[in-house]
């Protein structure tokens, strides 16, 4: 069974050697912020960092990714304090969200490598597809998202992941706390 490092943790999968590591992250890992675009390679929704490139993980099997260090968006910064995800944020680059994990991804592994890309840069290591057509903006985050990593700019933190229920009703009234404990006849 192909082992692997995945988000720091070793994992072994006891799945067919020919599994999609895509579907090895999201099936059997829940690692759901992986996403399953076009199965192809050409959309870039499933990007992970594999031992620090980014890699479209519906082309890569289990068996190759064996022996390597895997980073999902999961793995990436739990508290999206990552230079990459608040720069996203801060330029409004995120419209439906489907793609922003493979960007975010692919923005991490050339920052990592890089901190000062040209916009050729940029656009060379994120050839992902975005449906909304975020990419002024997108080129915009990397590229301050790079200074942040160069300590040349702050960006004020991303509100923190999740939200309660009773949160959520407070903020949007047409939600509806389920009531624990009773039932409706």
């Excluded at 490139?53 to 990714?65: G, K, M, V």
């Excluded at 009703?169 to 009773?182: K, W």
Aim: charged letters at 25%; glycine letters at 8%.
């Amino acid at each position: 069974m192909p082992r692997m490092t995945v988000n720091d943790q070793p994992v072994e999968f006891e799945m067919d050697p020919d599994t999609p590591l895509l579907w090895a992250l999201r099936d059997a890992a829940n690692l759901t912020g992986t996403k399953y675009g076009c199965g192809q390679g050409d959309c870039g929704a499933c990007m992970v960092i594999v031992d620090g490139e980014a890699l479209r993980s519906c082309l890569i099997t289990i068996s190759e990714a064996e022996g390597r260090f895997v980073t999902t968006i999961e793995g990436l910064s739990r508290d999206r304090s990552h230079p990459v995800q608040q720069a996203m944020v801060a330029e409004q680059a995120i419209q439906c969200g489907f793609c922003t994990p493979g960007i975010v991804m692919a923005g991490a592994a050339l920052i990592a490598k890089n901190a000062d890309p040209s916009r050729k840069d940029i656009e060379q290591a994120i050839p992902n597809l975005c449906r909304c057509g975020v990419y002024p903006r997108l080129v915009r985050a990397i590229e301050r998202a790079g200074r942040v990593a160069r300590r040349r700019e702050t960006i004020s933190s991303a509100p923190a992941p999740g939200i309660s229920a009773e949160d959520a009703a407070r903020e949007v009234p047409a939600l509806a706390v389920p009531d624990s404990g009773t039932t409706s006849d």
